[in-house]
């Protein structure tokens, strides 16, 4: 199976700083890594998600970064904002076309201080 | 629309006693998953079902049963529950294919008595 270390588990900035969080895999064969948002009393959303096909994914405000050959992926949020402050989760995916198992990181409990 | 809903939210049982826990989803997504989520630790994969097909985890086989009626239905059931089932419950669908999005419900956080 899959294992997905994820660090830190507790980061907290500085508003308008940027914040990074690293993951780590053992299955090359994982080739889908999403990472998910989840503020207290919601349920995880998906916020980006890349490709092995890829190595950099932007959008509105978050960058993930995707070394395969390391088996490390990391999202940095950049211009933190207090509405960022949130539990995070990475996630890898085993390569399988019919479903979408999912191993999880531990989390990482973002705090952004105004 | 892209709601997973989950029922109960919240659910108090008894040890030893049965528990089900309720998941629905109007995307006609073909996979739904069930989760386990403790303070402080990774969401932790149960069962999912594609299609009618059920496949449990190996290290939580005998601990839980699934049923899935109908496309948009799954439930997640405890027959006997021990003190240390309390947790928060996910349950999450997506389309067929490995990496197709997961969506996630609220939960049902479970306490066992």
């Known amino acids: 199976g899959e294992q997905v270390e994820q660090l830190p588990s507790i980061l907290r900035v500085q508003e308008g700083s940027s914040a990074s969080i690293n993951c780590t895999y053992e299955n090359s064969a994982s080739n889908y890594f999403p990472w998910y948002k989840q503020e207290p009393g919601e349920n995880p959303k998906l916020i980006i998600d890349?490709?092995?096909?890829?190595e950099r994914k932007q959008t509105q405000g978050l960058i993930v970064l995707l070394d395969k050959k390391a088996k490390r992926f990391s999202l940095h949020i950049t211009d933190t904002q207090p509405g960022d402050s949130a539990m995070y989760f990475c996630a890898a995916s085993e390569r399988n076309t019919n479903t979408g198992k999912l191993t999880f990181g531990d989390g990482t409990v973002l705090t952004v201080k105004p | 629309d892209t709601t997973v809903k989950q029922n109960p939210r919240y659910k108090l049982a008894r040890v030893g006693k049965p528990v089900n826990l309720i998941c629905s989803q109007t995307?006609?997504?073909?996979?739904m998953y069930w989760y386990q989520k403790k303070p402080n630790q990774a969401p932790k994969l149960l069962l999912f079902y594609y299609d009618k097909i059920l496949n449990r985890e190996a290290d939580t086989f005998e601990k839980f049963q699934s049923s899935r009626p109908n496309n948009s239905f799954c439930s997640l059931y405890i027959g006997s529950a021990g003190l240390e089932y309390s947790a928060m419950y996910l349950c999450a669908s997506s389309r067929a294919g490995g990496q197709d999005t997961q969506y996630f419900g609220p939960g049902t956080r479970l306490l066992v008595l």
């Open positions: 890349i490709r092995s096909n890829m």
């Open positions: 995307m006609n997504h073909d996979t």
